[in-house]
């Protein structure tokens, strides 16, 4: 499997899993995050690797779809591009300045 396909899914899967089925969430998550095969899902499901398969592929869309719609992933990128910059600015320029190394964390701890 692609290691940036599973990494864009899980990160997807974080920001996203609360609008999915409960079956749509236990498959990804066991694919994805658990590392199961699709047979494996499917045993312990009692349905076919198809129907597995299947449902994992229309959860991608979803999520994809979701994403296009709202950019929670893309704007959080974002938001720790901008901070990642900042504190390092912060760190060379004010290095002695705790409100603003107290703002940043601040800021850091609100994605969390």
Do not use: C, W
């Not at 349905?47 to 229309?58: E, F, G, L, P, T």
Request: net charge negative; no cysteine.
């Amino acid at each position: 499997m692609d290691i940036e396909k599973t990494n864009r899914m899980n990160a997807l899967f974080e920001f996203y899993a609360t609008l999915l089925t409960e079956k749509q969430m236990n498959y990804m998550e066991l694919y994805y995050a658990d590392d199961f095969s699709l047979g494996e899902i499917a045993e312990e499901y009692g349905v076919s690797r198809q129907a597995v398969y299947d449902n994992i592929k229309r959860t991608e869309k979803i999520l994809e779809e979701y994403e296009r719609k709202l950019s929670l992933f893309s704007d959080y990128m974002v938001r720790q591009d901008v901070l990642e910059r900042l504190e390092t600015y912060v760190s060379e320029h004010y290095p002695k300045d705790e409100h603003l190394a107290s703002d940043i964390k601040e800021l850091q701890d609100l994605d969390e």
